[in-house]
Antibody, heavy 119, light 106 residues
Framework: QVQLQESGPGLVKPSETLSLTCSVSGGSISDFYWAWIRQPAGKGLECIGRVSTTGSTNYNPSLTSRVTMSINTSKNLFSLNLRSVTAADTAVYYCARESDSDWHALEYWGQGALVTVSS | DIQMTQSPSSLSASVGDRVTITCRSS??????LHWYQHKAGKAPKLLIY???SLQSGIPSRFSGGGSGTDFTLTISSLQPEDFATYYCQQSYSAPQTFGQGTKVEI
């Protein structure tokens, strides 16, 4: 059974960079698209973007100027960097794996990591 | 971006009730529509993909329908463990977008 686990600082100062890692176990990271999604308190889910093991990325246009995603196949993990954060970036951040079909549903999810942006 | 609109935003139901949630997209998305169940503090769970295909391990009381711009999620007989928030999501075009969620309460 594929399992995903987010890790990273729970508190980030305004204007700094939010960095999260998603560790994948129970399966290979290869040949899939891997995604980051976030949910601010009391709000809905927002796709941040996705990265493939070929290095291809797609970012939400609203965040593309501040986002970088990368993947490390040797360590079976992928990462999110979000620069110049503000309080509006406070949210629970989820990592997920898309299915291997053409439908691109988010088949496996991590439990989520709360990141608070505050000085 | 494609906008996804769910209705209702919340509903009250009882165990054994039949529940239907609707999702409408701002443009045609064929069948690139998926449904998730989310409970507080837990990972969202994929229920239905491609509008009507039941994800492995999901009970058959969950079903999905629709294509184009209008979609439904139906729970045929609500169980205690089904009280949660449900989201639709389109993967037809980037960025993938979610509906605002429907909270199913007692």
């Amino acid at each position: 059974q594929v399992q995903l686990q987010e890790s990273g600082p729970g508190l980030v100062k305004p204007s700094e960079t939010l960095s999260l890692t998603c560790s994948v176990s129970g399966g290979s990271i290869s040949d899939f698209y891997w995604a980051w999604i976030r949910q601010p308190a009391g709000k809905g889910l927002e796709c941040i973007g996705r990265v493939s093991t070929t290095g291809s990325t797609n970012y939400n246009p609203s965040l593309t100027s501040r986002v970088t995603m990368s993947i490390n196949t040797s360590k079976n993990l992928f990462s999110l960097n979000l620069r110049s954060v503000t309080a509006a970036d406070t949210a629970v951040y989820y990592c997920a794996r898309e299915s291997d079909s053409d439908w691109h549903a988010l088949e496996y999810w991590g439990q989520g990591a709360l990141v608070t942006v505050s000085s | 971006d494609i906008q996804m609109t769910q209705s209702p935003s919340s509903l009250s139901a009882s165990v054994g009730d039949r529940v239907t949630i609707t999702c409408r997209s701002s443009q045609s998305i064929s069948r690139y529509l998926h449904w998730y169940q989310h409970k507080a503090g837990k990972a969202p769970k994929l229920l239905i993909y491609a509008a009507s295909s039941l994800q492995s391990g999901i009970p058959s009381r969950f079903s999905g329908g629709g294509s184009g711009t209008d979609f439904t999620l139906t729970i045929s007989s609500l169980q205690p463990e089904d009280f949660a928030t449900y989201y639709c999501q389109q993967s037809y075009s980037a960025p993938q977008t979610f509906g605002q969620g429907t909270k199913v309460e007692i």
